[in-house]
């Protein structure tokens, strides 16, 4: 099967994370993560970007099907669940106000900066080695660190679902595939 250009997005993906890695502000890389898919699905009422563009899928994908790292055992039910989809996005945008939160809070002089990403919700990893500057409001950086723990998190739960399950067993629970799959209803006129 010839390869299309949009089969490599995986390598876009995994140099996201090692690039935040060594510099946070090129977290702000992963709103295009956030923004492509609504717009695609806003504009065609299909779910294109999860289906073709998602880096991530991709890569979960290619370690846990050509690399093996994958048990390809199925997702349990419960999980495929519109209570557990709808429950799991509802949880994650709330993490993700959260975060926008705390950067308003350094916006406005309230809260420092905090150098630290959070993994998970709950593990404050120190974050220091990653931010080098002035030249931006601490405010910026505050996203930066927020979003890349926000997107560190997610390839974290993907990962998992990927070694007990099948390889992109994440697709099946992804808050962003949850928000193009509702858009997607929304424009065909079905309920959610």
């Known amino acids: 099967m010839k390869k299309r250009w949009y089969d490599y997005l995986w390598i876009a993906s995994l140099l996201y994370l090692l690039l935040g890695f060594f510099n946070i502000l ?28 998602c880096g ?18 199925d997702i349990p039910g419960w999980m495929k669940s519109r209570a557990f989809r709808y429950g799991f996005l509802a949880f994650f945008m709330a993490m993700f106000l959260l975060m926008l939160w705390n950067t308003y809070l350094v916006f406005a002089g309230a809260q420092g900066l905090r150098q630290a990403v959070t993994l998970l919700w709950t593990f404050r990893l120190p974050w ?31 990962l998992i679902t990927m070694v007990l399950f099948k390889p992109r067993s994440w697709c099946v629970y992804c808050p962003m595939g949850t928000m193009t799959q509702l858009i997607c209803r929304a424009k065909a006129g079905k309920q959610p």
């Not at 899928?57 to 099907?65: A, D, P, S, T, Y």
């Open 26 to 53: 090129f977290a702000w890389l992963g709103l295009l993560c956030f923004f492509i898919p609504l717009i695609i699905s806003v504009v065609s009422g299909a779910k294109g970007y999860c289906n073709r563009y």
């Open 128 to 158: 220091h080695w990653a931010y080098h500057g002035a030249l931006f409001h601490p405010g910026v950086a505050q996203f930066a660190f927020g979003f890349y723990g926000v997107m560190l998190t997610s390839t974290v739960l993907g």
């Open 56 to 73: 991530r899928g991709q890569l979960f994908g290619l370690l846990g099907g050509r690399f093996g790292l994958s048990r390809k055992k």
